[in-house]
């Protein structure tokens, strides 16, 4: 399985950004997608995610700012940022959570894994 990420890039405070992620591969599910981020020397934290069926989480941080949005047909993750702040400035990572095909002692099955993508800076700068 593959994330592929794109957006990210430099912006004034208050401006906006938009990533996108596609996953591929051996995907039977995905059972959720979404958005980390880390600043060198910190966790990596959570910024929002949407698990199948359910309402997207946001941390607490994104204040309304920041959407995300899943197309399940397209297995993709978006996260819209708005009125972005200085503080915003870090390597935001797709992550997804998903069920994928094996095949342990001949029988086909299915093990849900952890997935992310190589990360895109988003630096928020005058």
């Known amino acids: 399985v593959q994330l592929l990420e794109s957006g990210g890039g430099l912006v004034q405070p208050g401006g906006s950004l938009r990533l996108s992620c596609a996953a591929s591969g051996n995907i039977f599910e995905i059972r959720a997608m979404g958005w980390y981020r880390q600043v060198p020397g910190n966790q990596r934290e959570l910024v929002a995610k949407?698990?199948?069926?359910?309402?997207?989480y946001y941390a607490d941080f994104v204040s309304g700012r920041f959407t995300v949005s899943r197309d399940y047909n397209k297995n993709t993750v978006s996260l819209q940022m708005n009125r972005l702040k200085p503080e915003d400035t870090a390597v935001y990572y797709c992550?997804?959570?998903?069920?994928?095909?094996?095949?342990?002692?001949?029988?086909?099955?299915?093990?849900?894994?952890?997935?992310w993508g190589q990360g895109t800076q988003v630096t928020v700068a005058s």
């Open positions: 992550n997804a959570d998903i069920d994928v095909h094996q095949i342990i002692d001949s029988v086909p099955t299915v093990e849900e894994q952890t997935f």
């Open positions: 949407v698990a199948s069926g359910a309402n997207p």
